[in-house]
């Protein structure tokens, strides 16, 4: 099975300038998160999905930040104007919890995270 | 707030050695506790632990789960240098797909 695809793998780009990342769940997952690494503050949430509709955006930094999903398998965050303070990696991830009984099955929060798009502005 | 702390930040140990890792939360209507390894890429799953006292073990890894001392803790047995990694612990409450992570121990295996 395909697992959680992110671009691009890195990217390097100029104060002010856009920065989108994308993602494609893993087919079947109804939950999709975006995470933020950085060395000082380490994984932080910072938006996340269910079914396509946002449900906790409380980890968005500010206006500067946006976050998309059209449909089940594509996800955006988009940065705009991006600063040097953004530099970091960005993951995405996502997950099934599944309906009725089936939800049972799977307690917890087991999530499945994509390699990350590293950020850089300089 | 919620909040996960793991400790130590870091570690460098041989191989052959054992190794102890510490996660403690705070966290209101706690579900699971989940560890993760990160090499150079994304985290990958090992456990998750929902329940105190039972051991979850996978080849030389194993955690079990403190809930009166709202803790876990990660163990490596005869380490080997595939396992230098850092170790993230999260925490997952109920109502809400949120996982809270620590921000981890880096673990240096040396030969």
């Known amino acids: 099975d395909a697992g959680v695809i992110q671009s691009p793998r890195h990217e390097v780009t100029e104060m002010g300038q856009e920065v989108t990342l994308r993602c494609k769940p893993i087919s079947g997952h109804d939950y999709l998160f975006w995470y933020r690494q950085t060395m000082m503050r380490g994984l932080e949430l910072l938006i996340y999905?269910?079914?396509?509709?946002?449900?906790?955006d409380s980890g968005m930094p500010e206006d500067r930040f946006s976050a998309k999903m059209p449909n089940a398998s594509f996800s955006t965050l988009k940065i705009q104007p991006s600063e040097p303070r953004d530099s970091a990696v960005y993951f995405c991830a996502s997950s099934h919890r599944g309906r009725g009984v089936l939800r049972l099955k799977h307690s917890g929060n087991t999530i499945y995270f994509g390699e990350g798009s590293w950020l850089t502005v300089v | 707030e919620d909040k996960v702390v793991q400790s130590p930040l870091s570690l460098v140990v041989h191989e052959g050695d054992t190794v102890t890792l510490n996660c403690s939360y705070e966290?209101?209507?706690?579900?699971?506790l989940l560890w993760y390894k990160q090499e150079k890429k994304a985290p990958t799953f090992l456990f998750m632990l929902?329940?105190?006292?039972i051991e979850k073990k996978s080849g030389r890894l194993s955690s079990i789960l403190d809930k009166k001392e709202l803790s876990s803790i990660l163990n490596i047995t005869a380490t080997q240098t595939g396992d230098s990694a850092i170790y993230l612990c999260a925490v997952g409450r109920g109502g809400s797909e949120k996982l809270v992570f620590g921000k981890g121990t880096k673990l240096t295996v040396n030969p």
């Open positions: 999905f269910n079914n396509n509709v946002p449900i906790d």
């Open positions: 929902t329940s105190s006292g």
């Open positions: 966290v209101t209507n706690f579900r699971s």
